[in-house]
């Protein structure tokens, strides 16, 4: 099921035009098989990074031909891991930017990730008023209200800040097709999983980054994405692949409630049959 809006500003908006379609996470419940996101993995080596040197600016201007291809091949491992990591932890994607390389141990059978940041609600820090300066009435396309209070039309909007909690102690089989790019990826790092290289790998890349990749990736293989389609798929497999029900589901998620797992949970093939074992006497 889809839904086609009218965006009026932003990025998105700005490079696509007004209408886009919008897919909603509870109308994506079946996963898309491994050998979708396979494909996705594969088509980050097609992603066109510094061609003829276009984007290279600043410090990066003078690089040689080498050193240029040693920063392409270096972002095209960092989106496959991008994806990986997104698909097998299952996390929003601001928790997945929040990974670091001190949260992953790599055993045998399995990779252990403790203190996984959870966003589990966004406080209100202050809010921010902006006066009508136009002549006459503003477009109803930019959303001010007039508010008498405030002497005229006004637009608002609050500053938040995510409230982080620490996500349950996952571990994952270490020979599910994606590990092998997320743990290529983790081992290349310091610190940061996903630095934002433009701020000297100080911080996490940005959330609007991670959507442009991997909507772009999408885009190129047929597919409507966006971060949090990962989380949907990853919930989607563990309940029809490995028969999770709501209580796995809920505790691997870090989930409080069960109404979405429930969602989840009615595609575990699980037959009532199986579970009736007559005990012996």
Not at 5 to 32: A, M, N, S
Not at 225 to 252: K, N, V
């Amino acid at each position: 099921m889809t839904e086609t809006i009218l965006k009026t500003r932003g990025w998105y908006w700005q490079e696509h035009g007004d209408e886009y379609v919008r897919f909603k996470v509870g109308d994506l419940p079946e996963f898309c098989g491994w050998k979708t996101l396979l494909r996705l993995v594969d088509e980050c080596g097609d992603t066109e990074y510094y061609k003829e040197n276009v984007f290279l600016r600043g410090k990066f201007a003078k690089l040689p031909r080498w050193k240029v291809e040693e920063l392409r091949l270096k972002l095209i491992l960092r989106d496959k891991g991008l994806v990986a990591t997104a698909f097998e932890t299952g996390g929003r994607i601001s928790e997945v930017l929040g990974l670091r390389k001190s949260m992953f141990t790599v055993k045998e059978d399995r990779i252990i990730i403790r203190d996984m940041p959870v966003v589990k609600r966004f406080k209100k820090e202050r809010e921010v008023v902006a006066k009508w300066e136009g002549e006459g009435d503003p477009d109803p396309s930019l959303k001010y209200h007039f508010l008498p209070q405030f002497g005229g039309w006004v637009k608002r909007k609050y500053v938040t800040k995510p409230v982080l909690d620490r996500r349950n102690v996952l571990e994952i089989p270490i020979d599910e097709p994606l590990t092998i790019h997320m743990v290529n990826w983790m081992r290349r790092m310091d610190d940061w999983l996903f630095p934002s290289y433009a701020k000297n790998g100080n911080k996490p890349m940005s959330t609007v980054r991670a959507y442009q990749i991997v909507r772009d990736l999408g885009e190129r293989i047929g597919l409507h994405i966006c971060p949090h389609w990962f989380r949907s798929m990853r919930a989607s497999q563990l309940a029809s692949e490995y028969g999770w029900r709501e209580w796995e589901l809920m505790r691997f998620f870090s989930w409080k409630s069960d109404a979405m797992a429930q969602r989840y949970a009615k595609l575990s093939p699980t037959k009532l049959f199986e579970t009736m074992k007559v005990p012996s006497v």
